[in-house]
């Protein structure tokens, strides 16, 4: 079981919109509808911004949003502030057969 | 207000074993899976292994990697989850984070984490 496939890092000037992309296999992000997105600040722990692909917790502002195509997740994070400068990963639901849950290789977006 | 606490990490030598336990709060312990995610110095996280609620066996799942070596376990009377690791590596130095497992890739809460540093 790979980890799933994340650019290392993005980044964007405040205001702007960054998408995150998240690559599987159709036997984990292609084969279900279980990807979640988690937001880690440094010497912080991950919190959850987007699970079910494309559902918010409460509390977590309307500019993250999620998406999926295929073997292929994507946060995307309008109107980018200063503070959603963290590391991102995302995490699928990978089936019953192996270990199911397989996290991504984590992004760095950085607000210039 | 949903707490967790972990403890019990620490320095330990490459073949010994180590248990953190994660002290809960806030809500109905016993009503949710529980994981263990870890996160090695500058690394991704990884998640561990996870423990079902008695009302889904309670049953264990772990990662290739520690599976034969580590084991969750719960104690719902005293809100606990503990993380008993065996036969440890170099490798397995991480910070190690209990969450509460909502199931379908989510956990909706974090603890602060403890550190295991495994080196001779």
């Known amino acids: 079981q790979s980890a799933l496939t994340q650019p290392r890092s993005v980044s964007g000037s405040p205001g702007q919109s960054v998408t995150i992309s998240c690559t599987g296999t159709s036997s984990d992000v292609g084969g279900y509808n279980y990807v979640s997105w988690y937001q880690q600040h440094p010497g912080k722990a991950p919190k959850l911004m987007i699970y079910?692909?494309?559902k918010r917790p409460s509390g977590v502002p309307d500019r993250f949003s999620g998406s999926k195509s295929g073997n292929t997740a994507s946060l995307t994070i309008s109107g980018l502030q200063a503070e959603d400068e963290a590391d991102y990963y995302c995490?699928?639901?990978?089936?019953?057969?192996?270990?199911?849950?397989?996290f991504g290789t984590g992004t760095k977006v950085t607000v210039l | 207000e949903v707490q967790l606490v972990e403890s019990g990490g620490g320095l330990v030598q490459p073949g010994r074993s180590l248990r953190l336990s994660c002290t809960a709060s806030g809500f109905t312990f016993g009503d949710y899976a529980m994981s263990w995610v870890r996160q090695a110095p500058g690394k991704g996280l990884e998640w561990v292994g996870f423990?079902?609620?008695?009302?889904?066996?309670?049953?264990?799942e772990y990662a290739a990697s520690v599976k034969g070596r580590f084991t969750i376990s719960r104690d719902d009377s005293k809100s606990i989850a503990y993380l008993q690791m065996n036969s440890l590596k170099t490798e397995d130095t991480a910070v190690y984070y209990c969450?509460?497992?909502?199931?379908?890739?989510?956990?909706?809460?974090w603890g602060q984490g403890t550190l295991v540093t495994v080196s001779s």
């Open positions: 423990i079902r609620s008695k009302a889904y066996g309670g049953t264990t």
């Open positions: 969450t509460r497992d909502l199931g379908s890739a989510m956990v909706d809460y």
């Open positions: 079910d692909v494309s």
């Open positions: 995490c699928s639901y990978a089936g019953s057969y192996t270990f199911p849950y397989v």
